[in-house]
């Protein structure tokens, strides 16, 4: 298949350095709030790359559950792949594409585990089979031998914890926050003339309170 002559063009919005916040933190919330409300299929879903002692990167979707005013949080087993990968090596780059609004935005920072109480507290909220399906998957990117085996021990596990019944957090199980050292913000433009402001920490933070600086890139 030839994709050659396939392109868009991008045309829906502009990024100006001059007037962006100072804050990425600002800047972020405002984009996310845009995207939620513009009806963006899935705004939480970010791609995270990550890489183990292999030095081979992999990448996998994950949902992104809360914006701190350091980074950004979500969940997952500390025992799959990607963890494996974190406990190596705690530098991660996320990427958010929401096509609807011709936006990306692309964070890189260190990874590292959140409390356990909070992990405990998120896990309770989740609907309870989701909760059981959390025990399924252990260790999540294991390899199983088939779907009947996943959906007898969820089914088991059902029996073990009927609905009226809390489901134990697993150890295994929790969140990540992934604090942002550095933020670039794309959005599309016609003729591939995007534009790109990132975002790096200041370290004069006498220079500029807002600890940050901003810097356009080329498309
Ligand atoms: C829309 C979407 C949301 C997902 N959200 C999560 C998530 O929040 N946490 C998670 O562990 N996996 C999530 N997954 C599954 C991951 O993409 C991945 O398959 C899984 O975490 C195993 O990854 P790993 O083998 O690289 O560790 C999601 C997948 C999709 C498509």
């Known amino acids: 298949m030839d994709f050659t002559d396939q392109r868009l063009s991008y045309e829906k919005g502009v990024l100006d350095q ?6 990425p933190f600002e800047l972020l919330n405002a984009w996310m709030s845009e995207a939620i409300e513009q009806n963006v299929q899935e705004p939480y879903a970010m791609s995270l790359a990550t890489c183990g002692a292999d030095n ?17 949080v979500f ?5 799959s792949a990607k963890g494996q990968d974190i406990a190596e090596n705690p530098n991660a780059e996320v990427l958010f594409f929401w096509h609807e609004l011709e936006r990306q935005i692309r964070i890189s920072g260190s990874i590292a585990k959140i409390d356990a ?13 989701s909760q059981v399906g959390a025990w399924v998957s252990q260790p999540q990117s294991g390899e199983v031998a088939n779907r009947e085996v996943m959906e007898e021990t ?8 009927p609905e009226n019944l809390p489901v134990p957090t697993p150890e295994f199980w929790g969140g990540y926050e ?8 794309w959005q599309g433009r016609a003729n591939r003339m995007h534009d790109r402001i990132v975002y790096v920490q200041e370290d004069d933070s006498k220079a500029n309170p807002s600890g ?8």
């Open 18 to 23: 001059q007037s962006v916040p100072d804050s």
């Open 56 to 72: 081979k990167p992999s990448v996998r979707i994950v949902l992104l559950r809360e914006i701190t005013d350091t980074g950004i």
């Open 75 to 79: 969940y997952t087993n500390y025992e």
């Open 117 to 129: 109480n909070k992990s405990a507290a998120y896990f309770q909220k989740r609907p309870h089979d």
């Open 154 to 161: 969820f089914s088991q596990l059902q029996q073990e914890y």
């Open 178 to 185: 992934i604090t942002i050292e550095e933020i670039e913000f």
């Open 212 to 219: 940050w600086t901003t810097k356009r890139l080329l498309p």
